[in-house]
């Protein structure tokens, strides 16, 4: 039986903007309940908070059948883990959508273009526009790229844009993946068990469908195929192996695009192209969505000790016979030394400002901007400039002054290798808990596709959301969950 | 087909079947442990013997006590030959091959995992056993009905059945000798009266005493035992029965992909030795000689199918 209104909502824990002003995605002021997420509530109030539960618990379940887990490094006994899955969907209007896609796509071309002119004729440096010691001290930029254009001149077939919000029009951009993003995966497996459990609020709120994802994926790497490739380009999905963080996507994404999914000892190079073991013999890959650092691609041309990748896969990739999905030295466009650059960049390449915000960002590199975030430590949070997964980086509203005091240092050893931004009021989105539905801050990463002449941004992504009370950092590895994502259809 | 791939999907369902033996093996272990005439001890060594784990249980222990044999040969840890560590093995192999099966057969793969995992996390109680014993029974069918329900025939059921019918057709040679050779050393007496207890471990061990009674109408003679257990292509345990399968497995192998491969001259020569043989000859020519003959040919056939098919680098 359901009981309207019972307990399912925590007033306490208040739905709508706290006191800081932070901007709940679901309830406005007093309450009230935002246009978008009008028929999800509607459902969601009549019904029973125990049945919610059990479904709850199914959900998790059903993750753990198809084991959509994530492996921990160095902890044997929790060595398949499973990211923690809410129940109540994260909802973009169709009009917010327009706005994040034409953003997102200005972006991505921007950047694409961006890692054509610095690994080739290097314009924006000689235009002054980012100077030149940001790329060239950087160890992200990749020397043996250096005057070679990869096929169809697409070097970030796959972003994963990580967008946080901060007000009803206020979106930033945090970072840009545009290396090997990961996390489409639950994008897709959420949706599925979201459809499985209330297929009633998918006959009833028109939402946008995320499954395309895997086809566009494999029609985008085949349209980025060598040129002079015969028939239908052969896809491969190059994984570090079982024990990697992120081997059930590896596996999962081979799995939807019906490609094969390979590790190095499965690869050689056969007559000048990279080809893989089969049950009869060698046979040639067109395009390699390698899911492994660029360090590691090739023990001849990188890292000597990398027993990931396969000897000769560069020359082979040079020489023009082989695609790479992403491009080898991408990692240059998400550095985030270069990304405090961005707005400079889309402007440089598309004449237009940037209609997505960049986040205001100190470089520590710069004596002033150091001076002024030593001062401001306990408002600002830090990252390293190549750090990811957020590890080694600090949240100053939420650090002790012993943490300050020891980052402090570590800034002052080793400036060049952080920046510093401000502690922005990401917007909440609630969660289903005992208590009902209670504020938690989410980001999201949409995932883009693209291939000479193409883009296409998936509606929807991956929402991350901080699953402790008042947190910030929603990374998996430190503790978040994430939500289904639904844009709705412009009806 | 990555080799890799064909070799995972092999040794998933060699894996799987072993596992399913094990059990098997100690059911009929608590079967005729609870017959008022048998000997526990005799029953739970020839159970560890058939297993191949006398040895290593020896090392570790020293009686026979019922609880202690079965839950070694559930989930002793660091022995790869219980029941746990085996679905383990068939659920890694499972987790490399993930792109070639349905999702049917991986989540009843995993399913399998899970749940054992959970009832073998800690020793199980003699009252308990029967519902353990259940449950690796029904996840097992479980994965063979996925196979059978929803994979394509084609080469990646090929390798799954090579896996299954080659490890089947070992197990039931190994029940038979472990049987003849540390239990009936002596002379062979056809026609004389058996052992009841140790005939129905063989029966029971390769769930086939129904079966048995069925055709020979309840006539249990050491002979007719053999028989059955090689010759009886109607018997889905016999030697003949998963040799067949073998052969007609690699014989799609050849049509698809169009190329004979030494592992083919292998089965050839398995098939006459059977063809050629009968129980008479068997018997009278030394039913152990014939056995080592055979787990010879059939392992060395399962090393040339890796090999014919590029398991490995």
Redesign the interface.
């Known amino acids: 039986m359901s009981e309207p209104g019972d307990n399912i909502y925590d007033a306490e824990a208040g739905g709508h903007a706290d006191s800081k002003g932070t901007f709940d995605e679901m309830f406005g002021r007093g309450a009230s309940v935002r246009s978008c997420y009008d028929s999800y509530f509607q459902w969601f109030d009549g019904e029973d908070p125990k049945r919610l539960r059990t479904k709850a618990a199914e959900a998790e379940a059903t993750f753990r059948t198809t084991g959509i887990t994530f492996n921990v490094y160095g902890d044997p006994d929790a060595s398949e883990r499973l990211i923690p899955f809410d129940i109540v969907p994260r909802i973009i209007s169709a009009r917010e959508w327009t706005r994040l896609v034409k953003g997102i796509e200005q972006r991505v071309l921007a950047i694409n273009a961006f890692l054509n002119d610095i690994y080739n004729r290097g314009e924006i440096l000689r235009a002054g526009r980012v100077p030149v010691s940001v790329i060239a001290r950087n160890s992200a930029y990749l020397p043996q790229m250096a005057g070679f254009t990869p096929p169809g001149g697409i070097y970030t077939h796959i972003v994963g844009v990580d967008i946080v919000r901060t007000g009803p029009d206020q979106f930033h951009v945090l970072e840009d993946n545009a290396r090997t993003p990961s996390g489409v995966s639950y994008m897709l497996e959420n949706r599925e068990t979201m459809q499985k459990m209330f297929p009633e609020l998918f006959s009833r709120i028109q939402i946008e469908p995320v499954r395309n994802y895997p086809r566009r994926l494999r029609h985008s790497l085949q349209a980025s195929a060598p040129d002079g490739c015969e028939g239908h380009p052969t896809v491969a999905v190059l994984t570090p192996g079982l024990h990697n963080s992120a081997y059930f996507e590896h596996s999962f994404l081979a799995d939807q695009m019906g490609a094969e999914l390979v590790e190095g000892d499965d690869l050689r190079i056969v007559d000048g192209r990279l080809a893989m073991r089969t049950t009869q013999g060698y046979k040639p890959i067109d395009v390699l969505y390698r899911r492994v650092d660029d360090d590691f691609l090739d023990p001849l041309s990188f890292r000597p000790d990398s027993m990931l990748g396969v000897p000769g896969i560069f020359d082979v990739y040079r020489a023009g016979r082989l695609t790479l999905a992403n491009a080898p030295g991408t990692g240059i466009a998400d550095d985030k030394a270069v990304y405090s650059y961005m707005p400079e960049i889309i402007e440089f390449y598309s004449g237009e400002k940037a209609i997505l915000d960049n986040v205001p960002t100190w470089r520590c590199s710069e004596p002033d901007a150091l001076g002024y975030v030593l001062d401001h430590l306990h408002e600002l949070v830090v990252k390293e400039v190549h750090g990811s997964g957020g590890y080694g980086m600090l949240v100053g509203p939420t650090s002790s002054k012993r943490e300050l005091e020891r980052f402090a240092r570590k800034l002052k050893t080793n400036p060049e290798n952080y920046i510093a931004q401000p502690t922005l009021a990401l917007s909440t989105v609630p969660i289903f808990t005992r208590r009902g539905l209670t504020p938690r801050h989410v980001d999201l990463r949409p995932f883009v596709l693209m291939s000479p002449g193409h883009v296409n941004v998936t509606p929807g992504g991956l929402t991350r959301v901080a699953l402790k009370k008042g947190s910030l950092v929603v990374n998996s590895s430190q503790g978040g969950g994430t939500k289904d994502t639904w844009v709705l259809a412009d009806v | ?6 070799g995972g999907l092999f040794w998933m369902f060699r894996y799987l079947e072993r596992s399913d033996n094990v059990g098997r093996l100690i059911d009929a272990g608590l079967n005729i442990a609870l017959t008022p005439s048998a000997d526990g001890d005799d029953v739970w060594q020839s159970v560890l013997a058939t297993a191949g784990a006398l040895e290593t249980y020896r090392d570790r222990h020293n009686t026979l006590e019922p609880a202690q044999v079965v839950n070694f040969l559930l989930r002793e840890p660091d022995h790869s030959h219980s029941v746990m560590s085996l679905i383990e093995q068939a659920r ?1 192999n499972a ?2 091959v ?2 070639a099966l349905t ?1 049917e057969v ?2 009843a793969m ?2 399998s995992w ?1 749940e054992l995992g959970t009832v073998l996390q800690r020793p199980v109680k003699e009252r308990d056993i029967q519902h353990v014993l259940e449950l690796i029974r029904r996840q097992s069918a479980l994965v063979h009905g996925s196979l059978h329900g929803t994979m394509l025939r084609n ?1 990646t059921f090929a390798f799954t059945r090579l896996g299954t019918s080659i490890e089947r057709a070992g197990s039931t040679a190994r029940i038979l000798d472990v049987k003849y050779y540390v239990l009936l050393p002596s002379a062979f007496h056809v026609g004389s009266p058996l052992d009841n207890v140790q005939w129905e471990v063989i029966l029971r061990s390769v769930s086939a005493r129904q079966s048995y009674l069925w055709l020979k109408q309840g006539d249990i003679q050491p002979s007719g035992i053999i028989d059955f257990l090689i010759f009886d292509r109607r018997m889905p345990r016999s030697i003949a029965f998963c040799v067949d399968r073998v052969r007609s497995s690699l014989g799609y ?1 050849a049509d698809d ?1 169009g ?1 004979r491969m030494p592992c083919h001259d292998l089965i050839d020569k398995l098939t006459a030795d059977i063809d050629a043989a009968s129980v008479d000859i068997v018997i009278n020519h030394g039913l152990h000689e014939f056995l080592m003959d055979f787990t010879s040919l059939n392992s060395a056939l399962g090393t040339q199918i890796e090999k014919d ?2 398991f490995h ?1």
């Open positions: 087909m990555l080799g890799k791939t064909a890694n987790r490399m993930r792109t999702r991986w989540e995993n399913q899970i080469d192998l992909y190329r098919y590029r680098v």
